[in-house]
Structure formats: C-alpha cells, structure tokens
C-alpha cells in the first residue's frame, strides 16, 4: 500500500499564496506521475497541475492556473508541492494529491491512490 500525506491548505486572502505537499511512503514502488485535482461540491474532480516523475519531468496544468500554479518534485523524497499564487476565490476547493505508481516485479499495470483531501480556501 502506498500512503499520500498532504499538508499546506488554509484560508487566504485574495491575492495570498499557498504551498501544498503532498508525500508517498509505502515500499518497493516507484511513481510513474504525480498530480493535484480539486473538487466543489457539485462539480467534477478536475486536474489541476501533473508532473511526470522522470526524465525531465514535464509538467501539465489545468488553463485556469497556468502562470499562478507550479508543480514540482522531490524525488527522493517521493513528494511533490503545489505552490499556489495570486489566489483567487475561483480556486476554493479541496485539493487531493494523486500518484500513479508501479510495483516492483510488476509488470502488467500501474495502480492509482488519492489523498485524503485538504481544504483551500480563498475570501476575504
């Protein structure tokens, strides 16, 4: 079993920034992707930033965040952050970290987990 642990959401003013972390304990896996969706209620889990956990590490963000949102990774320390800047009340919404990992030994697929949540709030 592979854990996500997340840390960082809160309630920030307009304009405020934020830094999310997300890390992936468990053994003898590696993380092919890492990824922060958010969800409203009411409204589909959608991808906010992706970033591939190899090579050069390319990355994915949703257009809504581009230009305020960075992805990144530790990759020894199987964690990723999401800074999060120029926040606006438009991205009020939990925030669940994701990895995409592979097992070792295994060879015929790769297998999702999902953190538990965290809460990003964004008023004055």
């Known amino acids: 079993q592979v854990q996500l642990v997340e840390s960082g959401g809160g309630l920030v003013q307009p304009g405020g920034s934020l830094r999310l972390s997300c890390a992936a304990s468990?053994?003898?896996?590696?993380?092919?992707?890492m990824a922060w969706y958010r969800q409203t209620p009411g409204k589909a889990r959608e991808l906010v930033a992706q970033?591939?956990?190899?090579?050069?590490?390319?990355?994915n963000y949703a257009d809504s965040v581009k230009g305020r949102f960075t992805i990144s990774r530790d990759n020894a320390k199987n964690t990723v952050y999401l800074q999060m800047n120029s926040l606006k009340p438009e991205d009020t919404a939990v925030y669940y970290c994701?990895?995409?990992?592979?097992?070792?030994?295994?060879?015929?697929?790769?297998?999702?987990?999902w953190g538990q949540g965290t809460q990003v709030t964004v008023s004055s």
């Open positions: 994701n990895a995409n990992v592979r097992y070792y030994g295994e060879y015929l697929g790769s297998f999702e987990y």
């Open positions: 970033i591939i956990s190899t090579g050069s590490g390319s990355t």
């Open positions: 468990g053994s003898d896996f590696n993380i092919n992707t």
